[in-house]
């Protein structure tokens, strides 16, 4: 059974989790056409995360994000259209083409930003907190960052600042497990969960299952509710695992650094067939109503990379354009 779920949520968020692993794998089979000359880093195998924590978001919070951040910007409501293009390099991009895959901005959908230097966004995103507070908005900031950012001193700098000033931000961090190719054995001592490092600094603090969208919605509803409220931040590690190799389209399991029967049984938890079995279980899947939203999903991504291989690259004469410097 579903529990405390309102009738729809449970197919939004499946819907949410398969648009945002079409998109990933569409952008996985174009990549080696060579017309995306950026890197891309992707979630494949942590849809649950984004789609579980933005469903318990109000389009006008906001959110920022890393590396890995085609799926939070889907989740936030960010057009698929710009990000695309973005990743093409085009003028219709959401960059316009500056930025590539990981410096995607939406301002209109509330994503502020991602960037790819590890943990670099987490205090941007304090600051959005820290603003918010002082002009008395009633607005929630999420910060998601992988587990390697709270190996980052700046993670501790702002999660200390926030937990101060109980400023209303919620940290997602998604634990896939690695670093690059680092284990958590080698990087953090075995007896200590990374949901402990923020508790430290006095902050609320949960640990979950990220393979889990209703579990994750749970928890990133309640954490929500208390940052909105005044009582300050909260931290969320969501424990999850990516599918594909570190950087790039492929899949690198024979490098070595984790083993066949490690990545085998992360895939067996699939969070969008395990979900899928779960709400047929329960009744509550119409599977006529998946089978048109996949086809109205497959046409829309269609059409994204068609208008993005079509669009004009940037003038060179707007090479200077949004440059900032001082005289």
């Known amino acids: 059974m579903i529990p ?33 000359r950026c890197p891309v880093h992707l979630s494949i195998g942590q ?19 890393g590396h890995r951040s085609h799926a939070h ?9 710009a990000m695309i293009a973005e990743i093409y390099g085009k003028e219709t991009g959401c960059c316009h083409g500056r930025g590539g895959s990981m410096h995607l901005v939406d301002l209109a959908a509330g994503f502020v930003g991602a960037v790819p230097i590890v943990g670099s966004t987490i205090p941007i995103a304090t600051g959005l907190a ?21 190996e980052e001193g700046v993670f501790h700098e702002s999660v200390n600042f926030a937990s101060l000033h109980k400023l209303p931000i919620v940290f997602v961090c998604e634990n ?13 001592p075995a007896h200590r969960e990374v949901w402990q490092l923020a508790a430290g600094h ?27 409220s005044g009582q300050g931040p909260v931290f969320l590690e969501l424990k999850t695992y990516r599918w594909r190799e570190h950087c790039g389209a492929g899949f690198d399991n024979h490098i070595g650094y984790r083993t066949e029967a490690e ?55 707007t090479l200077m354009n949004h440059v900032y410097a001082a005289s």
């Open 263 to 317: 990545y085998q049984s992360w895939r067996e938890r699939d969070p969008i067939a395990t979900f899928e079995r779960r709400l047929q279980a329960a009744g509550t899947f119409d599977a006529a109503r998946f089978a048109q939203f996949n086809a109205r999903l497959d046409a829309e991504i269609a059409q994204a990379f068609a208008e993005a291989d079509h669009a004009p690259f940037p003038a060179a004469t």
């Open 73 to 81: 910007y889907l989740g936030k409501g960010g057009n698929l259209n």
């Open 4 to 36: 405390h779920a309102p009738a729809d949520l449970g197919a939004a968020l499946l819907e949410s989790m398969v648009r945002i692993r079409k998109v990933e794998e569409a952008i996985a089979a174009h990549y080696p056409e060579q017309k995306m």
């Open 130 to 150: 820290f603003a918010d507070r002082q002009l008395k908005r009633d607005r929630v900031t999420v910060a998601f960052l992988g587990e390697a950012a709270t």
């Open 176 to 188: 896939n497990l690695y670093s690059v190719y680092s284990p958590m054995s080698v990087r953090q």
């Open 47 to 65: 849809e649950a995360a984004s789609a579980g924590v933005c469903a318990a978001l109000r389009p006008d919070d906001l959110a920022m994000s």
């Open 202 to 228: 006095g902050v609320t603090a949960h640990q979950g299952d990220g393979n889990d969208p209703l579990a994750v919605y749970e928890l990133a509803r309640a954490s929500v509710a208390q940052a909105r």
